[in-house]
């Protein structure tokens, strides 16, 4: 049974947690890469914030709040007929982009950004990231939330936000640098010839 919020958490909820939806919306549609599916996070999200609204605490981060229950939405979503991943964040490998920065630098970044529009290339390389990255980096780099707030969001330790990030950061490097060759904003790198010494 659930009981009806009372009429002036009406005008309270729509002038606090109505603010964030375009928020919500985007780290919706971070997780599930789909606009319909993301509209329906965003929709059960908010009819479970409302009649929650009496367990928000005034004063605290809405985003933070509405964030969290998108994440558990989102997952709930999923739980069933699908399997689970489990990503061992101290054993997963580092994605190396010491050869990603050497050509970015020898290209003049600003030259590379002149001839192009990364937008559609960030948004592609962003919805390619495994959901764990995906979600962390669109928290952390978009939604501009602390390590803090990410780690309460997700409900993971903070070295675990802080090693996903990290590992985000750096296959979207690794995309973008993929993307630019590509596209022949960069000339394709070779690799070093090494001495039979």
Same mark, same amino acid.
């Given at each position: 049974? *659930?009981?009806? @919020?009372?009429?002036? #958490? ?8 109505l603010t964030a939806i375009?928020?919500? =919306? ?7 890469? +789909? ?21 928000f605490e005034t004063g ?7 964030? *969290? ?19 061992? +964040? /101290? ?9 990603a920065r050497e050509a ?5 970044? +600003? !030259?590379?950004?002149?001839? #192009? /529009?990364?937008?559609? $290339?960030?948004? *592609? #390389?962003? #919805?390619?990231?495994?959901?764990? =990255?995906?979600?962390?980096? &669109? ?7 602390? =390590?803090?707030?990410? $780690?309460?969001?997700?409900? &993971?330790?903070?070295?675990? &936000? ?24 960069? @000339? ?7 001495? !039979?010494?």
């Amino acid at each position: 049974m *659930t009981t009806e @919020p009372p009429p002036d #958490a009406h005008a309270a909820f729509s002038a606090v947690a109505l603010t964030a939806i375009d928020d919500v =919306y985007r780290f919706a549609r971070s997780l599930t890469r +789909d606009e319909v599916d993301a509209e329906d996070v965003v929709q059960e999200t908010y009819l479970r914030a409302f009649r929650s609204w009496h367990t928000f605490e005034t004063g605290t981060d809405v985003r933070r709040w509405l964030f *969290t229950i998108a994440r558990n939405v989102f997952l709930r979503s999923r739980e069933k007929g699908k399997r689970e991943v489990t990503l061992d +964040d /101290d054993g997963a490998e580092i994605v190396d982009a010491a050869l990603a920065r050497e050509a970015w630098s020898r290209g003049g970044l +600003d !030259t590379i950004l002149e001839r #192009a /529009d990364l937008g559609p $290339a960030i948004s *592609t #390389a962003l #919805a390619e990231l495994p959901e764990p =990255y995906r979600a962390v980096v &669109v928290l952390v780099d978009l939604e501009d939330q602390s =390590y803090e707030s990410t $780690a309460e969001v997700l409900e &993971v330790p903070i070295g675990t &936000v802080r090693s996903r990030l990290f590992r985000g950061r750096k296959l979207l490097q690794e995309k973008l640098m993929q993307h630019a060759i590509d596209s022949g904003l960069i @000339p394709q790198p070779t690799a070093p010839v090494r001495s !039979t010494e």
